[in-house]
C-alpha cells in the first residue's frame, strides 16, 4: 500500500471514530438535558441523591469534553461542534443549578 493512501485510511478511519464520540458525547448532552428539564417540573426528583449524581454526570461529560483533542484532520465543523457542546454543558450546569429553585414554585 502507498504511504499517502495507507496514511490516508488511517485519517479517515480516526475522524470517523472520533466523529462518533462527538455524536455520542452530543447524546449523552441530550439525556441529561431531558433529565433535568423533567427534574423542575416535579419537586420529589430534587432529592439530594439526585443532585449528587446528576452533578457527578455533568462532571464526567464536561472533563471529557474539555479534554477533548482535536485531530489535525479535523474540519472548521468539527471545532465549531466541538465549542457549542462546551457551550452547552456549561448552560446544563447553570439549569441544574437552578433545578431545585424552579421545583419548589
Not at 469534553?65 to 466541538?82: G, Q
Request: glycine share 4%; net charge negative; aromatic share 8%.
Amino acid at each position: 500500500m502507498p504511504k499517502d493512501s495507507f496514511q490516508t485510511s488511517i485519517q479517515d478511519s480516526f475522524i470517523e471514530a472520533w466523529r462518533g464520540f462527538i455524536d455520542n458525547m452530543e447524546k449523552s448532552l441530550d439525556i441529561l438535558e431531558r433529565g433535568i428539564d423533567e427534574a423542575t417540573e416535579m419537586i420529589d426528583v430534587c432529592t439530594s441523591e439526585w443532585c449528587e449524581a446528576t452533578e457527578h454526570v455533568i462532571d464526567e461529560l464536561s472533563n471529557s469534553l474539555f479534554s477533548i483533542s482535536e485531530p489535525r484532520w479535523s474540519s472548521d465543523e468539527d471545532s465549531r461542534k466541538i465549542k457549542d457542546l462546551k457551550g452547552r454543558v456549561h448552560g446544563l450546569y447553570a439549569k441544574y443549578k437552578a433545578t431545585p429553585e424552579q421545583a419548589s414554585k
